[in-house]
């Protein structure tokens, strides 16, 4: 039977956390609560003051920002310079209690905002009032940005630094307990430690919600520990049965039942590493996979008409029909794409490594032959009478000869009508021929020649990069597109 205890409370929790008293859990539970009830009420002062003394329950950056936002909310409605100063130095309090904090340029540009919006409003003639006093202060300027406060996620177990996978083990640890930040969404978190039964439960966050996850995990002796780790990071690991798709990314750790498994390791570009392993109650199996092959990055065909189209690369068949995105090798490749109709669209590119090329391809159609068709026709038109024509002058030539040879006719006289008509037909025909070659070689020419502008395609390269953004005070991913 698990051993595993978690309970998932909105700050009720009888038990320590992080070392401190649960009364001043509570006590920051029940101050964040009346200030975000404040605060969607407009009663900015007060909510500041609640998230300050949430803050000084449990000291969590996130109230301090919270304070802050509640002061640059107050100072944009009613353009109160001291407002905004509170929300400056609220702002720089919570940077350095969190001086690694992913949002830090955008606190830092919201300062900024808000010190030019300061120095706005000070620089604004006062206009005389008339009545009960002065005019109102001008309203605030379009830079400056809205704030909105932050709810809290605090997760921690017992005994602490554990790790926790959120949602999936497959996008590897996402952090370690204790940890506390913002996130939004249900969100299935996985706690594990060596030696300890693994712990999973379900989360609901949100923006102005305080929650607490606690687990208490139990004491699991008869597990083994395998620790996976390759040459190349994020690898897919597989254990036992592939068919049920990867379990994790290297490096990667964890309990597993004792006896004979299997471990795979693989990635897009290198031959496959597999090993057998004995695992032993208490034991520890560390798998260290070296991975040979090359890199790879992304290709990807696609353009009008593509879905007609072949796409070859390096003389091999990629895609029988378009579009098409594939894993290749980097380096220097030939792709070929081609069309019944259409010219052949053929370019050697080359290809890197956590890169995407996107080939954009512009088939032209092949034009008709029917000019070469004509030429050829009239050239064996030509042909045929000059075959006539020869025919023809050697008829003559031959009853000349025959006439001679039975004495019938006398030596060949230049006189002869049949020695002048045969040899008009003779060069009749030569010339004939001549016209002929010429035209025949006009029509094969037609027949090759490339009319009309040939393929093309435009070609893009991109490198994209998900990086894991991992602080006390937040957790996510970042993505970064270089062209």
Known sequence: MMRVVVLAVLMSLPQLAFGQPADALKQAQAAFDQAQIDYL????????KGFESAYNSRQFPQFLFNAGACFHMKGKKASDVDAYQKAIDYYKKYLAAEPTAPDKPKVEKAISALE????????????PGTGSGA??????????????????????????????????????????????????????????????MVSES???????????????????????WIEVTSNIVGADIYIDDKSVGAVAKTPHSKNIKPGKHTIWVTSEGYDEYKEEIEVTPGGTN???????????????VRGLGIEESTIIVDGKVACERGPCLKSIQEGEHTITVTRP????????????AKTQTTVKVSLQPKPGRGDAIVTGVIAAGFMTGGIVLGLQSNKYRDDL??????????????????FTKGKIFAIAADSTYVIAGFIGLTAVYYAFREKGSPSSALIDVSALALQPQLAPGYAGIGMEVHW
Not at 141 to 150: I, M
Not at 286 to 300: F, N, Q, T, W
């Open 135 to 196: 005019t109102p202060p001008p309203p605030p300027a379009q830079e400056v940005p809205d704030a909105k406060t932050r709810g809290l996620v605090v997760i921690e177990s017992e005994p602490q630094n554990a790790t926790i996978y959120l949602d999936d083990q497959k996008k590897g640890p996402f952090a370690q307990t204790p940890w506390s930040g913002s996130l939004d969404g249900d969100h299935k978190v996985i706690i594990e430690k060596r030696g300890f």
């Open 202 to 224: 379900t989360i609901a966050a949100s923006s102005d919600k305080l929650f607490v996850l606690r687990a208490v995990l139990g004491k699991e002796d008869f597990l083994g």
């Open 341 to 352: 109709g259409y010219k052949t669209y053929s370019q050697r590119i080359l290809t890197r």
């Open 116 to 127: 030019a919006e300061i120095a706005r409003l000070k620089q604004a003639p006062v206009q």
């Open 401 to 418: 000869k025959a006439g001679v040879k039975d004495g019938n006719t006398a030596p060949i006289d230049s006189n002869d009508p049949r």
């Open 286 to 300: 560390e798998i260290k996979a070296m991975l040979k092959g090359s890199p790879v990055g992304k290709l990807d």
């Open 41 to 48: 009420a407009g009663k900015f002062d007060d909510a500041a």
